[in-house]
């Protein structure tokens, strides 16, 4: 059976630094809480589109058994701010568990069928380049899978032995068409050509120093990159220059108590904010933090949603439509939550897409497209 969506590494460590389990977590008030921790929905759907990839490489994918989150700390509720209408465009959601990439429409709402689906093993990150095109990362078997945009139409594949993929929970496309991929347990970042199809080597791979486990990755409009590291909770933050390769020293980085952070996944802002989804963190369970682009070192972040309002349990991936309202992945809920711009603090979703007709199955990461 396929093991649930949290990584190994990560869990195994925090559990031994803590010297025992996590504590249970406790029903959100209108939302539901899976029975088990690896909740499996019989029936599964049938798939619209099958991705058929070029063989793969060899490594062997890191997966985790499901985390039984602590509840949320108490705060102080805040009222939930109206959605920002977004703009015209889709929700793509990589479910590892359905085995499947759900695409909604971005304005969603409640317990709503998804428009269309694409059926593919193990879905683990996912985004979207300039032109609209959708990138998948798959961990098993490991591999990049590009569709074209708006349709179910593959364009290709990289996988392979000369590949060096091993699997992980980042991908990002740059301005230039530049494919970022983390290797999770190898504690590095592969970079493809924007042309790379099949069983090619990267253009060139960042390999720092003391940087492993590499969870995820994104990249700005000037190719400057930024990804997640570290044991969970004390995570960090690194920043790397436009072009880096082979052993590289972060320009910055962000981590300490002030930062909190227990981060897997990140993505950027139309400003460039860093925005991190904390699975676990040293004071909080889950949440998301928000920091200035700016920032370095032991900082707090300007932005913290958490709380028992917020329904993350826990959060995983996120992204941002064009009026500034964020979508948040909340994994053992099943669940994707919407915030409006600026909310801060313990504070409800300004809407949900949740039910059993959404066919979400345990999502794990979420990205805007056409």
């Avoid at 959605?83 to 429409?105: E, I, K, M, R």
Wanted: aromatic share 6%; net charge negative.
């Amino acid at each position: 059976m396929k093991q649930a969506v949290f990584l190994a590494l990560a869990l195994a460590s925090t559990l031994a630094g803590c010297g025992g389990s996590a504590a249970p977590a406790q029903p959100v008030s209108g939302l539901p809480v899976p029975s088990s921790p690896t909740p499996i929905r019989s029936g599964s759907p049938t798939p619209t589109a099958v991705a058929t990839a070029t063989p793969a490489a060899t490594a062997t994918p890191t997966h985790a058994p499901t985390p039984t989150p602590s509840p949320s700390p108490t705060s102080t509720p805040t009222a939930s701010a109206a959605c920002a209408l977004p703009a015209t465009g889709n929700l793509y959601v990589a479910d590892t568990f359905a085995n499947l990439v759900t695409v909604y429409p971005a304005s969603s709402t409640g317990n709503v069928a998804p428009t269309r689906t694409i059926s593919l093993n193990d879905p683990q990150a996912i985004t979207v380049d300039g032109s609209g095109n959708l990138y998948v990362y798959t961990g098993s078997p490991i591999q990049i899978v590009e569709y074209a945009a708006g349709t179910s139409t593959i364009v290709k594949t990289i996988a392979g032995s000369a590949t060096g993929l091993g699997g992980g929970y980042g991908i990002a496309v740059d301005g230039t068409g530049e494919i970022f991929v983390t290797n999770t347990s190898a504690g590095t970042i592969s970079v493809f050509s924007s042309t790379a199809s099949g069983n090619v080597a990267p253009a060139r791979t960042i390999t720092p120093t003391a940087f492993s486990p590499a969870w995820s990755v994104a990249v700005d409009s000037s190719g400057t990159v930024y990804a997640t590291s570290g044991t969970i909770p004390n995570s960090l933050i690194a920043v790397f220059s436009p072009g880096a390769s082979g052993v590289a020293t972060p320009i910055r980085t962000i981590s300490g108590s002030a930062a909190d952070l227990g981060a897997i996944f990140i993505r950027l802002d139309a400003s460039a904010n860093i925005y991190v989804s904390n699975t676990y963190g040293t004071t909080a369970p889950s949440s998301v933090s928000a920091f200035t682009n700016s920032a370095a070192g032991n900082v707090a972040p300007f932005r913290t949603l958490v709380g028992t309002l917020t329904g993350l349990n826990p959060a995983q991936g996120l992204t941002f439509d064009s009026s500034g309202n964020l979508y948040v992945v909340s994994t053992l809920q099943e669940e994707i939550n919407v915030y409006a711009p600026g909310t801060n603090g313990n504070v409800a979703p300004c809407r949900s897409i949740q039910g059993a007709a959404t066919m979400l199955t345990q999502p794990e990461d979420v990205v805007l497209g056409p």
